[in-house]
């Protein structure tokens, strides 16, 4: 069965992942501008290359208190420049973890992480060494985070 | 409708002023004149408009702007710094913020040498119905 390259990241102690076809890069944002009348979880805008593009908290977004004891350093801190249908939106993480090759038969539906923030937008739960990663649908997600 | 298609092109002459954390620009080509508040009311506030306006002080400056219909007065709160580029800038409009844009009347966003800049819509604030909420004035989308 075919392995599909994902993208594993960490947002507040949760690991997750999106399809790599769906991350356009991975790099660290120091400073965003703010945006007049944005929602709490589009905390600005970037310039990078010749885009300009809004970052989404994704721990405000998918509303995940942290739970890890010391948080994780700032300088591992990552943004993922994902690009689903109209939408493009830079996603700020704690830690980029790398990219995992996954079949399908791995993926079983999600039944442990059960965050109301954030089960809307997972596809499914996959077990790895390091432990449970949250598969997220980039489309649904953008969708949804964009400002209606 | 492509994140990545073409972005817009602004004039390559740009009046930029700061409303906060905001840097606001116009279209140098859009003035007509400056004025001193209390010359004439202003039909809107820059501040309010971008809903910063508990983040400013009096208005200190009208600015008299041209659109398709005629002209428009509004309030600013800081000095104008006129900036030239060689060619016409991109403006950036961003799928995922486009509704926040459109209510603040913006058109979009210009990268300048100091950062990036929201460029006010002149012809869209003009036009848009305004809605007074609370003393607030924002425009609703059409």
């Given amino acids: 069965m075919a392995e599909v390259a994902y993208l594993v990241f960490t947002v507040a102690g949760v690991d997750l992942a999106v399809p790599a076809s769906?991350?356009?890069?991975?790099?660290?944002?120091?400073r965003a501008t703010p945006i007049p009348g944005a929602p709490p979880h589009i905390v600005g805008l970037v310039a990078l290359g010749d885009r300009v593009v809004p970052l989404v908290d994704l721990?405000?977004?998918?509303?995940?208190?942290?739970?890890?004891?010391?948080?994780?350093d700032?300088?591992?801190h990552r943004t993922l420049i994902i690009q689903s249908g109209a939408y493009e939106a830079g996603l700020l993480c704690h830690r980029a973890r790398g990219l995992i090759g996954v079949t399908r038969s791995n993926m079983k539906s999600p039944s442990v992480?059960?965050?109301a923030g954030l089960k809307?937008?997972?596809?499914?739960?996959?077990?790895?060494?390091?432990g449970l990663v949250g598969i997220l649908d980039p489309?649904?997600?953008?969708?949804?985070?964009?400002?209606? | 409708m492509s994140p990545s298609s073409s972005p817009a092109i602004c004039?390559?002459?740009?009046?930029l002023t700061r409303v906060g954390p905001y840097t606001v620009a116009v279209e140098s080509d859009r003035i007509s004149r400056l004025l001193q508040p209390g010359k004439r009311p202003s039909d809107a506030d820059i501040a309010v408009l971008i809903g910063a306006s508990e983040l400013v002080g009096e208005p200190s400056r009208l600015l008299e702007l041209e659109h398709a219909a005629g002209r428009l007065v509004i309030a600013l709160h800081g000095?104008?710094?006129?900036?030239r580029s060689s060619t016409k800038l991109p403006c950036f409009f961003p799928a995922l913020i486009a509704s926040t844009l459109q209510q603040s009347c913006l058109k979009g966003v210009v990268k300048h040498p100091t950062g990036l800049a929201f460029v006010l819509d002149v012809d869209r604030l003009a036009t848009a119905r305004l809605v007074t909420v609370e003393e607030n004035i924002s425009c609703e989308s059409d």
């Fill in chain 1, 22 to 30: 769906s991350v356009d890069a991975v790099t660290a944002v120091e």
């Fill in chain 1, 59 to 72: 721990e405000v977004f998918l509303s995940l208190a942290s739970t890890q004891a010391s948080p994780v």
């Fill in chain 1, 74 to 76: 700032p300088l591992f």
């Fill in chain 1, 113 to 115: 992480l059960q965050g």
């Fill in chain 1, 120 to 130: 809307p937008f997972l596809t499914s739960e996959l077990d790895t060494q390091r």
């Fill in chain 1, 139 to 148: 489309k649904v997600l953008l969708e949804a985070a964009a400002v209606a």
């Fill in chain 2, 11 to 15: 004039s390559e002459n740009l009046a």
């Fill in chain 2, 79 to 83: 000095p104008i710094r006129l900036e």
